[in-house]
């Protein structure tokens, strides 16, 4: 029984940020679980071994233009059929300025890719999730949407992802009725493209290690679990939620 709850058999899944680190980790999790998955990613390359690993479909678009954006739910229903499950993994920092000098095509390039793409993305599948008669959405955002990093200047990319959170909240609410849940998941630090110079800085890590009370450095593997329990019925009476997975770093 308890396996029942996190089959995701023949479900329909989109998965966008899916060339890389976090995003290939949920990709793998959820086929593996059953699902049909179509991985999505401006990488064209990575993406198709993603895809052949997985026996998935590869859709090739880059999200920070958002008419590429609109359409990459018409190619999953062409592709696999109609979504049930969409995981906006998709995210990225186009500066590393300071506020007072972040420039404006780099805010709204940020905000652009992760919070307005996302809002495409669920506007996009919710008719076949009404269809359906279910579905659910979770978005990956970040603690940076939920407390200010030393050090780490990133004000448009925090901004984006607490609009993640305002966003899964406000649809969580307008589409309960169709039984389709939204949801976040906040990871904390771990292991990636973005992440690795700080793990290969002695003293960065230290400073991770300091301000993380478990003793372990995180992982893609350590956040797909919640995806997976959100993504299925394990999950099917929480939505609206902001789910923090960052190892008690909020915590302090």
Known sequence: MSSDMFDLDGRVAVI???????GVAIAETLASAGARVAV???RADRLADVAQRIDGVAIARDLSDLEQADSVIPAVVDALGPPEILINAAGSMFTEEKAEAEPRSAIEQTLGLNLI?????AQGAFP?????????????????????IPGIP?????ASKAGLS????????????????????APGFFRSEITGPLYDSE??????????PLPKEGSAQDIVGAVLWLAGDAGNYVT???IVVDGGWTTR
């Open 203 to 212: 003293r960065a890590a230290a400073y991770l290690r300091r301000n993380t």
């Open 117 to 121: 793409a996302p809002f495409l993305l």
């Open 154 to 158: 990133q004000a448009s990319y925090a």
């Open 240 to 242: 609206g939620q902001t």
């Open 16 to 22: 966008t940020g899916a060339s890389s680190g976090l």
């Open 166 to 185: 305002g966003l899964t909240a406000e649809l969580a609410v307008q589409w309960a009725r169709h039984s389709i849940r939204v949801n976040t998941v």
């Open 40 to 42: 999505v990613a401006r």
């Open 128 to 148: 076949h999730m009404v269809a359906a008669g279910r579905g659910s959405i979770v978005n990956i955002s970040s603690i940076s949407g939920r407390v200010g």
